[in-house]
């Protein structure tokens, strides 16, 4: 990673941003044999991603250019947090111009931390006439704050720890979307 501002001792890039969880290369490893995983599960069914945004956009965009099966992608738009809480409710935005009929989803999530933005986009989802809907998040938080409720995550590429983490499209109020690692957050410094 010579080429990307990482944090060193000497001189933080971003005071915020904590230990790398996630390197760039692990990233890219794992989103490969997902993306081959996927091509495998719908070769000749040309899925359509629905891409949840801002989250999943560098995960869309990378798992878009690993799966080798021909695909659709749309976008749509979910907001639920402030700062590093959930704030209990979810927006969506985007899904009436998006025709599912008789197409198989694949919802693309940045992560699943209490499945609420899951199981609203789930419930939403229902009734558009897909053949079938399935879910690829690049993160699943282990938390027992999930929703006993929450759909299942049919894919994953990585399961992390119960920390506010930013990076690969995450972000803590809009930063560090940018950064092409998943790094902790820094509870202690200034921004
Ligand atoms: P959920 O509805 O609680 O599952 O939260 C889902 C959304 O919250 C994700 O799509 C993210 O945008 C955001 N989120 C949850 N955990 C984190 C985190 O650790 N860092 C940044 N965003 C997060
Ligand atoms: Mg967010």
Redesign the pocket.
């Known amino acids: 990673m010579s080429n990307v501002r990482t944090n060193t001792a000497e001189q933080p890039a971003y005071p915020r941003v904590g230990e790398v969880l996630l390197s760039a290369e692990a990233i890219a490893s794992r989103v490969d044999a997902l993306g081959a995983e996927l091509t495998t599960a719908y070769a000749g069914l040309r899925p359509v991603l629905v891409s949840?945004l801002k989250?999943s956009y560098i995960f869309a965009a990378d798992l878009s250019r690993v799966l080798r099966a021909e695909h659709d992608i749309e976008f749509i738009r979910?907001r639920?947090?402030a700062g590093s809480e959930?704030s209990g409710s979810?927006l969506i935005t985007g899904l009436e111009e998006v025709s599912l009929q008789d197409r198989h989803v694949i919802i693309v999530?940045?992560?699943?931390?209490?499945?609420?933005?899951?199981k609203m986009l789930t419930k939403q989802m229902r009734g558009l006439g897909a053949k079938s809907v399935k879910t690829c998040s690049f993160l699943c938080?282990i938390t027992d704050r999930r929703l006993d409720d929450t759909p299942p995550v049919d894919y994953f590429a990585f399961e992390i720890p119960d920390k506010?983490?930013?990076g690969y499209g995450?972000?803590l109020d809009q930063r560090y979307r940018h950064l092409p690692y998943v790094a902790e957050l820094n509870p202690e410094k200034p921004t």
């Open positions: 949840v989250g979910a639920s947090y959930s979810v999530e940045d992560i699943i931390d209490t499945g609420l933005t899951l938080k506010f983490i930013v995450l972000d």
